[in-house]
């Protein structure tokens, strides 16, 4: 190996190994769970009124001090009831169906009025009695096909040629989580 070579691989070591070393100081609290230390401090949830603080902060804010003392606070946990694939269909749900269908599956979204005085109001979702008549084929068909392949309405676009099989299949399994019995979404 050259002079050159090895130069300029001590001066790239030399200068990513403090970067390196900030990223895992700062992001190690990340990783801990709820109650665990980080660096040996005791760990805490932040409350409401008080601000998250310490290794799992992304943004220090600059109200707070630092002190070698004081404990640092981890970030809650956020648990979603769904599934991955049902989190995956959310997503996509917002994106391509909440503008007719609404955030909750109640045929309320923005186009919805318009649809309705045109005399094809679209599918309410969060209605269980409503779901349980649809089959997960039935459901998919009228995802890739359009309104017009099961006779419903015809301004529904096809999205088979948009959405794949697998984001058709997390599309339905987030469909079925908005008309689960008991979730109160369904409205008069």
């Not at 050259?2 to 970067?19: D, T």
């Not at 980080?38 to 409350?47: K, M």
């Not at 005085?117 to 890739?144: N, W």
């Not at 017009?148 to 096809?158: A, D, E, F, H, I």
């Amino acid at each position: 190996m050259k002079v050159r070579q090895k130069r300029s691989l001590i001066l790239c070591g030399v200068l990513l190994f403090p970067a390196l070393m900030i990223l895992v100081f700062n992001y190690q609290g990340l990783f801990a769970a709820e109650g665990e230390s980080v660096a040996g401090q005791p760990a805490r949830v932040p409350t409401e009124n008080q601000p998250a603080t310490g290794a799992g902060n992304l943004s220090p804010s600059p109200t707070v001090v630092h002190q070698p003392d004081q404990a640092f606070l981890l970030p809650k946990k956020i648990i979603s009831p769904l599934t991955r694939q049902a989190q995956n269909g959310k997503v996509l749900y917002e994106y391509y169906c909440a503008l007719c269908h609404g955030q909750t599956g109640n045929a309320d979204g923005f186009n919805a009025y318009a649809l309705r005085t045109m005399g094809m109001p679209p599918a309410k979702h969060s209605d269980p009695s409503y779901m349980r008549t649809l089959s997960d084929a039935h459901i998919g068909q009228v995802i890739r096909g359009g309104g017009t392949v099961k006779g419903r309405s015809s301004l529904m676009p096809p999205w088979g040629g948009v959405l794949s099989d697998k984001e058709i299949y997390d599309l339905i399994s987030f469909l079925r989580t908005l008309a689960q019995p008991g979730s109160g979404k369904v409205q008069p």
